[in-house]
């Protein structure tokens, strides 16, 4: 069993900058890809960042590139999210999510709804 603890949501004004974090319990978290997905309100959850079990491997979606980077520390069994110059359309709770799927692209989590372990979210909110 895995849990998952977001931490770092906070409003902010467009331009701002957040460091979203995401620890893991237990001795495994090093054996897990890891998303962050957010939900707006009104609209579907999406997949913003996803990285591998090493770090090797990463995608990020069109809409953050550029702004958004995603990174883990196993030896911490937490992933981050940097996210700066904060738009108006990036309001939404953000969700970790811990998956051990073999697959080597990220990009598999595009679109999923099912994952191993989900976080309970934080709110970042941003205003202009």
């Known amino acids: 069993q895995v849990q998952l603890v977001e931490s770092g949501g906070d409003s902010v004004q467009v331009g701002g900058s957040l460091r979203l974090s995401c620890a893991a319990s237990?001795?495994?978290?090093?054996?897990?890809?890891m998303g962050w997905f957010r939900q707006a309100p009104g609209k579907a959850r999406e997949l913003v960042a996803a990285?591998?079990?090493?770090?090797?491997?990463?995608y990020v979606a069109d809409s953050v590139k550029g702004r958004f980077t995603i990174s883990r520390d196993n030896a911490k069994s937490t992933v981050y999210l940097q996210m700066n110059t904060l738009k108006p359309e990036d309001t939404a709770v953000y969700y970790c999510?811990?998956?051990?799927?073999?697959?080597?692209?990220?990009?598999?989590?595009?679109?999923?709804?099912?994952?191993?372990?989900w976080g309970r979210g934080t709110l970042v909110s941003v205003s202009s």
């Open positions: 990285i591998s079990r090493t770090g090797g491997s990463t």
């Open positions: 999510a811990a998956d051990k799927s073999s697959a080597q692209d990220m990009r598999y989590m595009i679109g999923r709804d099912v994952m191993d372990y």
């Open positions: 237990g001795r495994t978290f090093s054996t897990y890809h």
